[in-house]
């Protein structure tokens, strides 16, 4: 009888601690919760550029805010539902339709048709933070163009594929036929087979021996103080630490102090990081609440809708 009491005491004592470790973490992520602030960003986020002192969001409409403030976002005019935007130095705000048709803007108000060579596929720039060395670029089924306001676009290469590009070290700009690719103050990084991989130049990358599944979106974020790789996949943002010559040491822990209560387990399709900020467009395949496109800043240490 002693035996059997024992057993139980043990078998009770074991379930307690059990199921206070299951408890706690669910716990913790409510004491993290943060009130959603109302979406003003609708729908899918499908790019995001600097333009002078704006950030420009294209999700159906074109939104535009001031780069360094914390939401603020408003929409402005554009020619119909747009599914990109890119920008060129400082002179030259880009948009692409849903029926693909690419317009240019020098006020993000009075937009000019950019008659072009065959028929657009793709439109993007190359992330310069240095506006003199920044261009847009435009893949159509005639090959990959460069622009430069109302001017006639000129060819690039013949390559049809480019979806992509980064400017990296003050040096070129590099292509890619995949959205899986950032570039930081030091290295180029890209994903290949799960692996991470990082370099000077794209063909010729090393691999870090970091694995990371289901990649979506990539982006370099710098909170002033280091560079970390984020790695957005079909289950939240995976951290990558960076060391001071941009060699990747292991994976970290998250931004964000309300990360397991908002997006850590979503599907991370769009990743960008300006300035002190990181954006991420999330799809939540269980609810429309988390489905938004979601901002974490330097100065506000939690992630909230944008």
């Known amino acids: 009888m002693k035996n059997k009491n024992t057993i139980r005491a043990i078998l009770s004592l074991s379930f307690l601690l059990f199921a206070s470790c299951k408890i706690e973490p669910i716990f913790y992520a409510i004491e993290k919760e943060v009130p959603l602030e109302k979406a003003v960003i609708k729908g899918n986020l499908y790019a995001m550029t600097e333009f002078g002192t704006k950030l420009y ?36 705000l880009y948009v692409l339709t849903e029926d693909k048709k690419l317009y240019t803007s020098k006020d993000a108000k009075n937009w000019t048709a950019v008659s072009i060579p065959g028929s657009i596929t793709e439109l993007f720039d190359n992330k310069a933070s240095d506006t003199d060395k920044k261009t847009a670029y435009v893949t159509t089924s005639e090959g ?29 700009t590099f292509f890619s036929n995949t959205v899986l690719i950032a570039s930081g103050a030091k290295k180029i990084y890209t994903i290949e087979d799960s692996k991470v991989k990082f370099g000077n130049d794209i063909s010729n990358v090393e691999d870090s021996g970091i694995e990371v599944s289901d990649a979506q979106s990539m982006a370099v974020y710098n909170d002033s103080s280091k560079e970390s790789l984020l790695i957005g996949t079909t289950s939240g943002i995976v951290l990558v630490n960076l060391d001071d010559a941009g060699r990747p040491t292991g994976k970290g822990s998250m931004l964000g102090e ?28 269980t609810t429309s609440k988390k489905t938004n496109t979601w901002g974490y800043y330097t100065s506000r240490p939690n992630w909230n809708v944008e």
């Open 144 to 172: 990959l163009f460069s622009l430069a306001g109302e001017d006639p676009p000129g060819k690039v290469k013949e390559d049809k594929d480019f979806v992509a590009a980064v400017y990296h070290d003050g040096t070129d």
């Open 258 to 285: 309300n990360i397991e209560s908002s997006i850590a387990m979503l599907e991370i399709k769009t990743l960008y990081a300006f300035e002190n900020a990181v954006y991420a467009f999330a799809v939540d395949k």
């Open 57 to 92: 969001a294209a999700s159906g409409k074109l939104y535009e805010k001031n780069i360094n403030e914390e939401r603020g976002w408003k929409a402005v005019s554009a020619p119909g539902f747009i599914i990109r935007v890119a920008s060129d130095k400082d002179d030259n």
